[in-house]
């Protein structure tokens, strides 16, 4: 799917998920009820252009519509969405015609940073952290998927959306260290605290 383009509805939105992340979302302005009731009934995915304070980025999120948890009598809608790819937004229309939202083209891009860095591969098996859902912390032939390590750090959307866009792996690397390190100090800290009050 690699360099391949794709056509879809748009929803600008402070939002930025990895594949396989979801979240819950509140819908209440007409053009986005329109749309989740479309998605809702044909099954298509969406993109989340990632806006901070309504500038949109040049990267994305592609969802789909996991459920409508529930809906009011003025068709307002909680939502759950799910992360299913992410792109290079190469143009945005806010509306298009005989609708009331926007659409645009992206252009999928290749996400298969894996790296053997000794180093996150320590601190990954230190942390234990659970890259996958049902492999646990398992790391195939030293090899880890950087994206399943930033997933499983809980960053926010600011912080995804500042990985993801650095395009570069070593960078993508160093960031993802630095995160590792200031968490493992955190539950160092954690631990002294549990001794110290098991001590008195």
């Given at each position: 799917?690699?360099?391949?383009?794709?056509?879809?509805?748009?929803?600008?939105?402070?939002?930025f998920l990895l594949p396989?992340?979801?979240?819950p979302l509140r819908i209440f302005e007409p053009r986005y009820k329109q749309l989740i009731n479309e998605c809702n009934e044909t099954g298509e995915t969406f993109g989340i252009?990632?806006?901070?304070?309504?500038?949109?980025?040049?990267?994305?999120?592609?969802?789909?519509?996991?459920k409508i948890a529930a809906k009011n009598s003025?068709?307002?809608?909680?939502?759950?969405?799910?992360?299913?790819?992410?792109?290079?937004?190469?143009?945005?229309?806010?509306?298009i015609s005989d609708k009331f939202y926007g659409a645009g083209?992206?252009?999928?891009?290749d996400d298969n940073f894996t790296t053997t860095n000794?180093?996150?591969a320590v601190l990954v098996k230190k942390l234990n952290l659970n890259l996958d859902p049902l492999l646990g912390s398992l790391i195939f032939n030293n090899a880890i998927n950087l994206m399943n390590i930033a997933k499983s750090l809980m960053?926010?959307?600011?912080?995804?959306?500042?990985f993801y866009s650095m395009r570069n792996q070593a960078k993508?690397?160093?960031?993802?260290?630095?995160?590792?390190?200031?968490?493992?100090?955190?539950?160092?800290?954690?631990k002294l605290l549990e001794n110290n009050f098991s001590l008195n």
């Open positions: 799917m690699t360099g391949t383009t794709k056509y879809m509805a748009m929803f600008p939105l402070g939002v396989g992340e979801q979240i252009p990632y806006a901070d304070e309504e500038i949109l980025k040049p990267y994305g999120s592609e969802v789909e519509l996991v003025l068709g307002e809608m909680v939502i759950l969405i799910r992360g299913v790819s992410n792109f290079h937004l190469l143009n945005f229309k806010e509306k083209i992206v252009e999928y891009v000794p180093e996150l960053l926010n959307s600011e912080e995804k959306y500042l993508m690397e160093a960031f993802l260290i630095k995160r590792l390190k200031f968490l493992e100090r955190i539950q160092s800290q954690e």
